[in-house]
C-alpha cells in the first residue's frame, strides 16, 4: 500500500500563506485522486480538495473555493494544497489520502502536518 508523508505545516499569522505537501514514499500513486483533509480540534475530519492523478482535474469543497488550489508534481510524487489568506478557523491537522479506484478514500491516515494560524 501507499505510504503518504504530509509535510509544510507551522505557525503561521491570519492572512498568511502555505503550502502543503503530500509525498508517497517508495513509489508512485497509483491512484485515481488524491485528496486533502483537516480535522480541527473536536471537529470531524472534512474534505477539503482532491485531484485525479492521472490527468489533474481538481475538485473543492465550496468554502475553500478560491484560497485553497491542488495541484500534482508527476515527477515528484507529490500532490500539493496552497492555502491563500489563512485564518485562524484553518487550525487544523491537515492529512492527504488516496482514492485507489474512484470508490472512496482509503481508511489509513498518516501523522498529518499541523497548520497553526495565530490571529
Known amino acids: 500500500q501507499v505510504q503518504l508523508v504530509e509535510s509544510g505545516g507551522g505557525l503561521v499569522q491570519s492572512g498568511g500563506s502555505l503550502r502543503l505537501s503530500c509525498a508517497a514514499s517508495?513509489?508512485?500513486?497509483?491512484?485515481?485522486?488524491v485528496g486533502w483533509f483537516r480535522q480541527a480540534p473536536g471537529k470531524a475530519r472534512q474534505f477539503l480538495a482532491a485531484?485525479?492523478?492521472?490527468?489533474?482535474?481538481?475538485s473543492y469543497l465550496d468554502s475553500v473555493k478560491g484560497r485553497f488550489t491542488i495541484s500534482r508534481d508527476i515527477s515528484k510524487n507529490t500532490v500539493y494544497l496552497q492555502i491563500h489568506s489563512l485564518k485562524p478557523e484553518d487550525t487544523a491537522v491537515y492529512y492527504c489520502n488516496t482514492d485507489p479506484d474512484g470508490m472512496g478514500y482509503r481508511d489509513i491516515w498518516g501523522q498529518g502536518t499541523q497548520v497553526t494560524v495565530s490571529s
Open positions: 485531484i485525479t492523478w492521472s490527468d489533474g482535474v481538481p
Open positions: 517508495d513509489q508512485t500513486f497509483s491512484s485515481y485522486a
